[in-house]
């Protein structure tokens, strides 16, 4: 099966369904230092490399560059595509800040909906936040009342419907896939062929035996502790990072463990050496002491509650100290809204990648964090990390999709076309 990623990010998508034996054809990401992340380990990268097109320039670009600079190519590629994924950016959905229908990055949903009709892919996995699917209160002032009524999730069914694809759609807890990390996100997912299999609920059902197959005890989480405990700074030799542009940062002098957990042995996926992006923060002495007082009045898990922000003389709403034990909360594109569970410090750009599912060898490339203004145009390492897809959900999609096309259903039904 042939795969284009849409709005890839650094890959997180791409990555899984490339695990899952599909082939990448193209991805489009219009960031320059997420793109460089993604063509450096998928596109033309060691272990996979995409079937690219020759008309089609390796560079970033927006999905309105691709539809108008590349039109006539794009007619070439129609039927030849079994899968498009991806996701709008979700900035303008998300719960976790306030919801704008006139933000402008809404409008991608509907360069999309464009590109969908000109490939016309036989199966659609489109991947958001959990908002994705909560109404707007009011109507973008100047705006025909198109979708403003509506989710946006909604919205972008009905259009799919009115297409012809089958829809079936909801929220998905990464972590009933063996992701260390409670991350619910809204999916939808399509097909041109027709089929009485909801390939949603098909998903949701596949948790439990992907896991299984990965190694995974069925019925039971992957904890940080399983994902990171191997790049604790305890009893470990420190030395220079050198994979920063900025100097004066140190790392763990990275070994691999003699006893290897499911989890570990999974993100390892026989990398030799240590993983890249093992930067530690370099905290002043009164950030170190501010987290340890944190740590003591915390629950390990819980987002800090208003009267413990207020005693503590914190700005910051979201702040949460790990659990050990348990997965994480969402990792989100600031790496300051989580603490590690035994260590007052926040996480290594790695730990937010092993809680995110991406294995040892996958390197991501450019500036660690951004801030002030250059946030708004700047994707670095961090936020490439807190926007991706979990590899292991992808994966785990892909997979679903590969079963779903050999059923006796499915191929009985390609047959008549």
Avoid at 174 to 192: D, E, K, M, T
Avoid at 221 to 236: C, N, P, Q, R, Y
Avoid at 334 to 345: C, M, V
Wanted: positive net charge; aromatic residues 8%.
């Amino acid at each position: 099966m042939r795969f284009i990623d849409v709005f890839a990010g650094c890959g997180g998508l791409s990555l899984g369904l490339l695990k899952a034996g599909l082939q990448g054809v193209a991805a489009i990401e219009k960031n320059p230092m997420a793109f460089e992340t993604l063509r450096h380990n998928l596109i033309d990268g060691v272990r996979y490399k995409f079937d690219w097109p020759d008309w089609l320039p390796k560079e970033a670009m927006s999905c309105e560059q691709l539809l108008t600079d590349f039109s006539s190519d794009l007619i070439s590629l129609a039927g030849t595509i079994d899968v498009m994924v991806g996701g709008p950016p979700c900035q303008g959905f998300s719960l976790a800040g306030k919801r704008d229908s006139a933000d402008p990055r809404n409008k991608m949903a509907e360069q999309y909906l464009e590109l969908v009709k000109v490939i016309k892919p036989k199966f659609l996995v489109i991947e958001n936040v959990s908002g994705f699917n909560s109404k707007f209160n009011e109507v973008a002032q100047g705006d025909a009342d198109k979708y403003h009524t509506r989710s946006y999730a909604e919205y972008i069914s009905d259009e799919l419907t009115q297409i012809g694809y089958s829809v079936s759609r909801g929220k998905v807890n990464c972590a009933n896939f063996g992701v260390p990390q409670n991350r619910h996100r809204y999916f939808i997912v399509c097909s041109l062929i027709k089929s009485k299999t909801n390939l949603f609920e098909k998903l949701l059902n596949y948790g439990e035996d992907f896991k299984a197959a990965k190694g995974f005890a069925r019925g039971k989480t992957t904890s940080v502790h399983d994902a990171i405990a191997d790049l604790e700074t305890a009893g470990k030799e420190l030395k220079d990072n050198t994979d920063s542009p900025v100097k004066g940062f140190k790392e763990i002098k990275y070994k691999l463990p003699d006893i290897v957990p499911p989890y570990l042995r999974l993100m390892n996926d026989g990398h030799l050496g240590a993983p890249n992006s093992l930067r530690l923060p370099k905290h002043k002495a009164e950030t170190i002491f501010q987290f340890i007082r944190i740590r003591q009045a915390s629950q390990p898990g819980k987002s800090l509650s208003k009267e413990i922000r207020d005693r503590l003389g914190l700005k910051k709403h979201a702040l949460t100290v790990l659990s050990r034990n348990e997965p994480s909360p969402t990792i989100t594109t600031l790496p300051d809204d989580i603490i590690h569970y035994s260590e007052p410090r926040i996480l290594t750009a790695r730990e937010t990648a092993r809680i995110q599912s991406f294995p040892d060898w996958f390197e991501f490339l450019g500036k660690y964090t951004t801030g002030g203004l250059a946030r708004k145009l700047d994707c670095p390492r961090y936020t490439q990390i807190g926007n991706a897809v979990p590899p292991l959900v992808s994966e785990a999609i892909g997979m679903t999709l590969l079963d779903h096309m050999l059923s006796k259903e499915v191929v009985s039904e390609v047959a008549k076309v």
